[in-house]
């Protein structure tokens, strides 16, 4: 909301700022990463109430430059943002049970940066897999299943 306001109504700033705006937005992005791999979520307020407030922030000053990149001339770039969108839902679904089993692992290994860094990629990773999995194999049925009982001819008695 804050940002379509920002566009709506501001439109020079969000033009004039967008790349000052995507690095203060990466950078939050980044140390929100590697803070969640170094928290325990029972106790730890910032990360119980806060943290979710600075990455969609974080997303948000991200998004002027983002609105300023034309489409993708690369058949792999194309795929890639296309990939994205189909597997989001997925990657909701499933990125909270991957990051609590993370966390289980992440007690049993020193807490340095690399470590989190590491766990970091294997999170991204494994939401990835997993997501992929889930389409294939549970929305991809369900959606079809709608398209065919959605037809006329399925309505028929």
Not at 18 to 36: C, E, F, N, P, T
Not at 42 to 50: I, V
Not at 78 to 107: D, G, P
Request: glycine content about 4%; charged content about 10%.
């Amino acid at each position: 909301m804050i940002a379509a306001a920002v566009l709506r109504y501001a439109p020079a700033a969000w033009h004039r700022y967008g790349k000052v705006a995507l690095g203060v937005g990466l950078l939050m992005l980044v140390a929100s990463a590697v803070y969640i791999q170094n928290v325990d979520y029972t106790t730890d307020l910032f990360a119980r109430t806060l943290l979710f407030n600075v990455v969609s922030i974080g997303a948000m000053l991200c998004l002027p430059s983002v609105r300023a990149l034309r489409r993708p001339k690369s058949p792999v770039v194309v795929w890639v943002i296309t990939m994205t969108s189909v597997l989001s839902y997925s990657a909701y679904l499933c990125h909270w049970m991957i990051l609590m089993a993370l966390e289980m692992v992440q007690r049993h290994l020193p807490g340095t940066l690399v470590i989190a860094a590491l766990l970091s990629c294997v999170f991204v990773g494994s939401v990835i897999v997993v997501s992929a999995l889930s389409y294939m194999l549970v929305e991809v049925p369900f959606l079809r299943l709608r398209d065919r009982l959605s037809r006329p001819e399925a309505h028929q008695i």
